[in-house]
């Protein structure tokens, strides 16, 4: 833009909505075309539409999420696109989601992207990468290092659209029923972990078991597993694992900034008016906004809550496990971009983001946390 241009479009900012067209065609934006949009949409026209989840009813945050994001979508519509929500399995199997949308039995569905790896490999990696960037980290990647184009690109072949719907923040190492002092404790562990994370303790001699989350205690309890990751202490604690698993490890290195997203038919996408599709990418950049700050808020309290409380006793992972699962990790990726070139372009995409940024926390974050945190 030139310098002319720029102070018009800056004048035409400062005079308000009255001189908002004339700010707009400072950037090339005419008139008349904005006229022949406002036309083109009916904007009387109402839209009734079914999201279908992988969180249980109402579940704390992740299904709350889902219920504000209908609620603002609402508002913002003033009440021309309404969406009913349905937990996993009130509609269709939670993890029958994605195909629902698919198919259009629903317009759009919640879940993690991780879930769909059979059907879409390079999808985990719009869910999380073991020794990944961190929720700031990644938003980064997505809005403004051409992560999100990627996972358009990826999921307009399955006739969806990607919107990013939340983050959990950095979560917690898992529940264990013994304490893992070296690889040897690893050998033969039975742990409920999804995604590239299981690969990674299968290849570091676990045995990663998949169980829906209402299955998660009494596989714990009875023994079915000998640990479990799931989210963080919020809900850890409201799944009630500090009753009978003794040790809480720490980092969360499998996830390291859980990405949640919401899925929409492509078809049924682009039937609304532009408004509305509006709305709908702005009322879930809200929700990642929301989501992440409910996670860090009842997190903070409720790993407290424990510790004080509750006696649960707080575990690091020893290096030497650590270093073995970046070993791991490294195979299992190149594992998968070696055999699906889709994931390799956004793998790609993801590592050079990643060693640039943490050249920037290396410098900021990092000497922060190391000297100044106590």
């Known amino acids: 833009m030139s310098k002319l241009n720029r102070k018009k479009f800056l004048r035409g900012l400062a005079i308000g909505t009255i001189g908002l067209p004339f700010a707009l065609r400072s950037l090339g934006v005419q008139k008349s075309s904005i006229a022949q949009n406002a036309g083109k949409n009916s904007f009387q026209k109402t839209f009734e539409w079914k999201m279908v989840t992988t969180w249980p009813p109402d579940f704390p945050v992740l299904g709350e999420g889902c219920n504000l994001f209908a609620e603002y979508v609402d508002q913002m519509s003033n009440g021309r696109l309404k969406i ?12 029958g989601a994605f195909d629902a949308v698919q198919s259009n039995a629903a317009e759009m569905g919640s879940g993690v992207s991780y879930y769909w790896a059979g059907k879409v490999p390079a999808a985990q990696f719009f869910a999380s990468v073991p020794f990944g960037m961190n929720a700031q980290q990644v938003n980064a990647w997505l809005y403004s290092g051409g ?12 006739g969806l659209v990607p919107l990013i719907g939340g983050n959990t923040g950095v979560q917690m190492g898992g529940w264990f029923n013994k304490e893992i002092n070296s690889l040897k404790d690893l050998k033969g562990l039975k742990m409920r972990m999804p995604g590239l994370g299981g690969k990674v303790l299968e290849k570091a001699g676990g045995s ?6 209402n299955e998660l205690y009494t596989g714990l309890e009875r023994g079915v597993i000998d640990a479990t990751e799931w989210i963080g202490p919020y809900h850890d604690y409201k799944m009630g694992f500090y009753q009978i698993a003794k040790y809480y490890y720490t980092p969360g290195w499998h996830e390291t900034g859980a990405i949640l997203e919401f899925f ?30 409910e996670f860090e808020a009842k997190n903070a309290y409720y790993l407290k809550l424990m510790v004080n409380e509750h006696g649960v006793q707080l575990r690091q992972f020893p290096r030497e496990v650590l270093e073995s699962f970046k070993v791991h990790t490294k195979e299992a990726i190149q594992e998968l971009v070696d055999s699906d070139p889709f994931s390799k372009r956004v793998y790609d995409s993801y590592s050079k983001f990643q060693k640039e940024i943490n050249y920037w926390s290396i410098h900021t974050e990092k000497p922060f946390y190391n000297d100044l945190i106590t």
């Open 84 to 95: 009913k929500v349905y937990g996993g399995g009130e509609l269709v199997p939670a993890l």
């Open 147 to 158: 992560g999100l184009e990627l996972w358009e690109e990826l999921y307009a072949e399955h």
């Open 208 to 213: 990663p078991i998949l169980l829906a989350g």
């Open 264 to 293: 929409i038919n492509k078809d049924r996408f682009e039937e609304l008016p532009s408004d509305l599709q509006s709305i709908v990418r702005h009322a879930a950049a809200r929700i990642n906004h929301w989501m992440l700050s």
